[in-house]
């Protein structure tokens, strides 16, 4: 941490908001520098001036923590998606903990190391190989000495308190954040029981992150917090939804949308969407606010802009901004100009321009989760044969549901 | 131009695809640097990380043509829009040019000075008036030798034309591109009218950019052809659109849409929708093929994909995407696997998730243009006053709509 | 006629509004007398109590016309549709004068006899075979002696003359109504010209009924209009559309939409939609102004209502109708009563409770028209064989819609 | 009951299907006989042959029940609802009793009497004023013999109960059926306890009627059957559910929904719809199966047809309707021939039409039951100056929802 910087837990025990950072593979894969499908980031080496500007973008937001582009970073991970580089896990991690920290160092935020969910976990590892995979990578972050450690993106709390386990070993500040909607984990552990597991692990800071959109991933914390203090514990919070608006999912998230992932864009939230988050999320106790997939620096800004008057600043890129579309009272076409104020854009009910299209898709529902065969993970590409197979699954998933 | 490449022209006439480069102001405005309203590109000077790594992306997208970020640099635009910086116009376009031809050096691609419509036309300043606006931005453009000249973004013919003349003088190629629909431009003149004069005032290549949605431009991209192939002429055709969906638009765009510039998020087109336009494109015999506000650097990797087959090769950022979605193969979940097929992409029809939500909006229906009063440019912003008086007119408007 | 009762003539050449009626054959169908497919109205022997109470409603809603329940009631047609009662085309005819007569006895009603297109026709029958089976159906109107005759839902204007000229030999006066859009008949003549046709034919009355929603078919009137009046020629002018809202039609109408016949409910006109219509009809100067398929008596009413002022009196049916919802002044639930008023119900976009629904269907464009092979009717009903046949130029149909 | 009928427990204890009948007020209203907002049946009086027809159109659609039309008949309702004819309960409910008698012994159709809530209970009369009134309509369907007594549409299971003991001193069978969602009655009793306090006040069938779509109502009387069973009682179950779309309605159904009672149009459910119903309320266990409001008699034959198989017949008016739509076998168009099978019309996803309308309605929530003076009803219609203050409280409740 740079000197004269406050930790993270310094910022929460004050009271402070703090601003997480937007979401990385979703926003580098549409400027041409993630794989969807393998979802790993080897750019953090091959690319780092796009990372780095991207980092920037949300320092520029408002961010106050730069999380190390590691999301799948793990050894297992590399090898099952087609890392044809033959970079290893260590040279990923360190590049990124490298980009994160300079830009980190350019404004008033903190680094964190992230950890997630590992195909080993999946394919039923035991206990003892899936925590050596998050010590390989904690390794990286104690090295680089990074200001505190994040396990997210988990979709079994098991996995996530055994993450946390490991990262407790570091000394330094843990958080937790599970990407689980109102009804609980794949095993159908409630989201306060999960809370409660996950500070019993040791997490001063549990949350939500992904998979849903962003009312429904305050309402999930709601519940965490709910557990954590009927349980007499205490902790932080932290929420990093998606930017995508998902009322039609059920349990497994926004993977399950057959427009997942390629196909999202009329679910992409406004930037006046961000502001009802913001504040939703702030009056319901959470602190740490930020965003996950879909989230561009432009909602982050949106968030900061919310909770201006909490904070007291806006951040830099409000410089480009008028609150509440108030910069319109530039633009060259009167009716424009009449939209510059807060009730019109705080009331906007945006057309789709896609007059075939519904507004609820039916989510795929194979119910399976870790232990099934389907899931073990393997590191071949599949096959046109188990393409065929799949699709005669899915069209059975899809014809059970009710 | 590099030593060894090839001018816009004697690609042109080779038959050669030229892709086009996306939207730089909505980018970079989601990014934090420019300000919707006044859209102005001081960006150039004070953030050309942000800026050359935009044109990088779209680089590497497969764009052939680095338009200089310029749009509405004009120093009469400029002084109307704010610009506390103090920067002159000369400045700005000096900065983008370096910036364009620093990364157009990184690969095939050609740079691209452009002028679009100014205040003073609109406020109803002398021919000779607005030609030395664009006089004064082309001489910039000749001191840093761009490849070719872009007159783009203009309303009204009659100013196309004036800039068009302007910019021949320089002796370098020129397009010129209005943003109309198939209605013709904002004084009725047709599509095939209005390309006829600009092929008549020296423009080589003509076409359509902005305003309207990808198969809307085609479509008046189309009418432009036909009449200049019954004058007799011959031209070279160009089309750079929306990334937004505007079925229900009138004769003035998207800028008439109440979702216009800060809900437009339903609208976004899937990289599948920009398969389509770009065979439509082709299909229609214009080769030049770029995009506007709202494409996004994956938008434009989409058109280099879908035309690979004629051009023999993909772009960079293919390494990091599979074609029709292939590379899901690789994805965690096997029902996501099974998406990893043209077929399943080329139909989806994607939900919005807002199901409080429409499909068409009414746009707004002033029915002015150049000459009212209404539209008369000043400097200072809109007062609470004058936005009273706008929402009485626009109440007007939209109930006199049939 | 009723001793005392004005023709229709002598009513439109007055500038009297004359209310059609609504559709038999849909409220019928929904009521359990008509079957869809045939949809012969053999109920008229059968089931004359509904018939008559049909009728009654739409006596009670305002309508002047009792059009006879003849609708596809020709020998030619009953053949072909599995009559398996071995009625006799007379025998339907004149029961369904029967009841027409009767109600429009106990009001101020005319009774109007109608013809409509032939599966002889689009089997490519000889005029004379054709004229036939109208002038059959005609000698028992004439026998009956109905008030006026109408020859309406053709999509072929050649038909529809030929049907004019058998009629005009009665020496009633004849309305002439197809059902075509702005686009004109199935062979391409265009609105404008079918009414020049239909009027010189000896037609007093042209218009359009059935296939397209309500605004749709007044702006195809309105260019029949134009077409008589360019030629020189005067004609009064009818209208009685769908209470289907139609905007994804191509030129064949509702049949060709996926939803046809049964699953149009999410399209049906709400009374205040009628009142639009209403109003738009009668600015646009048509005088005969009625209903078609879909139409239910409120709908008539609704009509009523909104040229009670012109008309000077309100319909019967509006003793259990508060104007613009007015009645709900007495509503149980208060916040139900501040719904009684005009502005709330003329400005409500109502929610359709669909979410996974569209707003917009793909039609089916088989485009082919009499003289195709598929359309030469047959009395077998449709087999396995031809039902896969079918779906297979459906499929082919549908791909090649662009 | 007509000699060697069997009577409603009989068939349901013999574990016969009883099919009941749809919405009389609704259908009414839109033939022109009802007026919205009293709701009260004065036509059972005034118009016969209307209410008349309505019966035998559902019992060809395969009634077993013709319910006298008597909603709303009670002397207090009348006299607050505007009853200029000066018509007493007694004369309405008479009349009423015969009608449907009349068509009962024309099929194998029961006579049902009908109380339901009253102004009284609202406006907070005492107990027994509310039971006089109960027992006043009751007098008239003992002197009429009806064959049993239904209870229907109450919100509040208090009042519910209070029916039921006055209707139990009859010695005739008794159904009760409130109109409640999954969430329970108004004052938040659920349905499992409703259901309980129900058959312990002497109801022998208990279910669900009106409010509500037919999914949500069968999901409704689950959770009764639920609640009687682990009470260890035991009871009949009956659903009449809406024939309109509610997913978007909170505990109140559909008359918070902005669009009732005048623009539900779009919201209402096709044949195909019903057919899902059908099954899904048998497979429940719901042997009393019908409709209310919104349900005309071809969405009833659609329920018969379902259960054809299980009840061994078809009603009669599937003479004039091929199941699952087979009679397009015979429609003139061979591509309207091809939707002749029923996977066809059970995978339709309809569309609106209506591209300015959303999917979803916000519904007002004023959340305010009996005991509220909002609620003391009048008989004066609500003034002007009342409206105005409703429409103040209305924007307060739509504000204050979440």
Not at 84 to 96: D, I, S, Y
Not at 293 to 300: L, S, V
Not at 303 to 310: C, G
Request: aromatic share 8%.
């Amino acid at each position: 941490m740079a000197p004269g910087k406050k930790g993270i837990l310094e910022r929460l025990n004050a009271g402070e908001i703090v601003i997480g950072d937007g979401g990385f593979v979703f926003a580098l894969e549409k400027r041409g520098y993630v794989k969807a499908g393998p979802w790993t980031p080897e750019a953090a080496v091959t690319h780092p001036e796009a990372v780095r500007q991207l980092h920037r973008e949300f320092l520029r937001a408002g961010s106050n923590v730069m999380q190390t582009f590691t999301f799948y970073a793990s050894d297992d991970k590399l090898e099952n998606r087609g890392n044809n580089l033959r970079l290893t896990g260590q040279q990923v991690n360190e590049a990124a903990c490298d980009l994160a920290r300079e830009v980190a160092n350019e404004g008033d935020a903190l680094v964190a190391g992230g950890v997630s969910q590992t195909p080993s976990y999946l394919s039923c590892k035991s206990e003892s190989e899936v925590k050596a995979i998050f010590k390989k990578q904690m390794d990286v972050f104690m090295k680089k000495n990074v200001d505190f450690l994040i396990a997210e993106y988990f979709e079994h709390v098991e996995e996530a308190e055994w993450a946390v386990q490991v990262l407790k070993t570091s000394g330094k500040p843990v958080a937790a954040s599970l990407c689980i909607g109102p009804e609980g984990d794949l095993n159908g552990v409630s989201p306060g029981d999960c809370a409660v597991k996950l500070v019993k692990a040791g997490a001063q800071i549990v949350g939500i992150n992904c998979h849903f959109d962003p009312m429904t991933c305050v309402k999930t914390v709601k519940l965490m917090k709910e557990g954590v203090e009927h349980a007499g514990l205490k902790a932080h919070y932290m929420v990093q939804p998606l930017a995508y608006h998902t009322p039609d999912c059920s349990c497994q998230g926004f993977i399950d949308l057959p427009e997942f992932p390629f196909a999202l864009e009329p679910r992409i939230l406004t930037r006046w969407d961000m502001h009802k988050y913001a504040r939703e999320a702030y009056k319901v106790g959470i602190r740490y606010i930020g965003g996950c997939c879909g989230f561009e620096p432009y909602h982050i800004r949106a968030v900061s802009e919310e909770l201006a008057p909490e904070r007291g600043f806006l951040p830099a890129a409000s410089e480009k901004h008028g609150m509440w579309g108030s910069a319109l009272e530039m633009h060259t076409k009167p009716w424009v100009r009449a939209r510059s104020r807060r009730d019109y854009w705080e009331n906007i009910l945006p057309a789709s321009g896609r007059p075939t299209c519904p507004s609820f898709s039916t989510p795929e529902n194979w119910g399976v989760t870790k232990g099934h065969a389907d899931l073990i993970q393997h590191k071949e590409a599949t096959s046109a044969e188990e393409i065929r197979q799949l699709m005669e699954k899915q069209k059975k998933a899809k014809t059970s549901v009710k």
